[in-house]
């Protein structure tokens, strides 16, 4: 059964601060793994999605990476702004099923 | 322009009632899916469909019948109302399969009594 967790739960940081999210996932039999922004009372945006075999991908002031074989993730936000302020979700997709299995979240605050 | 539409954006009501809700997307993409976020915010996936076929049904009560008249529509009709079905409902497209980007609505906040 594939299981996605975020670490950790919720995070504040000033602003202007660079930071990282974790996600781990226990099968590495997956396709995809997205990173996903949630703002309150809003739906999901997509903010990159790395295929399986690449390594890493990058937009703007976010970097994700993927290390499949240890079942990591991680999204890295340089020079935070309070514009950043959402909950995070990754997402990976199941080989053997397609589905999208999401971790619960990171709440991120960041202070002005 | 919006690209995935929900409605309605609210619905409150009582248990035991029937209820629908609805979703269009104008992106042209042919699989459509819905999400349930509970009071948790554990976001779950309950039903997708591709070019109007059913492709993934989750573990879900047959109270929850989805319905895809054509592919830019995908509705979602819930039968006898119980509390445990308050929660946010999301739904989302992707071009062609699950292992594209998805794209989400702005979800239907759903609250039983």
């Known amino acids: 059964k594939q299981e996605v967790t975020q670490i950790p739960a919720a995070l504040s940081v000033p602003e202007g601060e660079n930071l990282v999210l974790n996600c781990s996932f226990t099968d590495s039999a997956i396709y995809n793994l997205q990173w996903f922004r949630q703002d309150p009372g809003k739906g999901l945006t997509s903010l990159l999605l790395i295929q399986s075999s690449q390594r890493e991908q990058t937009s703007g002031r976010l970097n994700a990476s993927l290390d499949k074989s240890s079942g990591r993730s991680t999204l890295y936000i340089a020079a935070s702004q309070p514009g950043d302020s959402a909950t995070y979700l990754c997402?990976?997709?199941?080989?053997?099923?397609?589905?999208?299995?999401f971790g619960k979240g990171t709440r991120l605050h960041i202070l002005p | 322009d919006t690209a995935v539409s929900q409605t309605p954006k609210y619905l409150v009501t009582q248990m035991g009632n029937d209820k629908s809700i609805k979703c269009e997307q104008n992106?042209?993409?042919?699989?459509m899916y819905w999400y349930k976020q509970d009071s948790k915010k554990f976001l779950k996936i309950m039903f997708s469909?591709?070019?109007?076929?059913?492709?993934i049904n989750e573990t879900v009560p047959n109270r929850f019948s989805p319905k895809s008249p054509d592919k830019a529509h995908l509705n979602l009709h819930i039968n006898s109302l119980e509390l445990g079905d308050s929660a946010v409902y999301f739904c989302?497209?992707?071009?062609?399969?699950?292992?594209?980007?998805?794209?989400f609505g702005p979800g239907t906040r759903l609250l039983v009594l």
């Open positions: 992106l042209g993409h042919d699989t």
């Open positions: 469909y591709n070019n109007k076929e059913l492709i």
């Open positions: 989302a497209s992707s071009p062609r399969t699950s292992q594209e980007t998805q794209y």
């Open positions: 997402a990976v997709g199941r080989n053997r099923d397609d589905k999208i299995i």
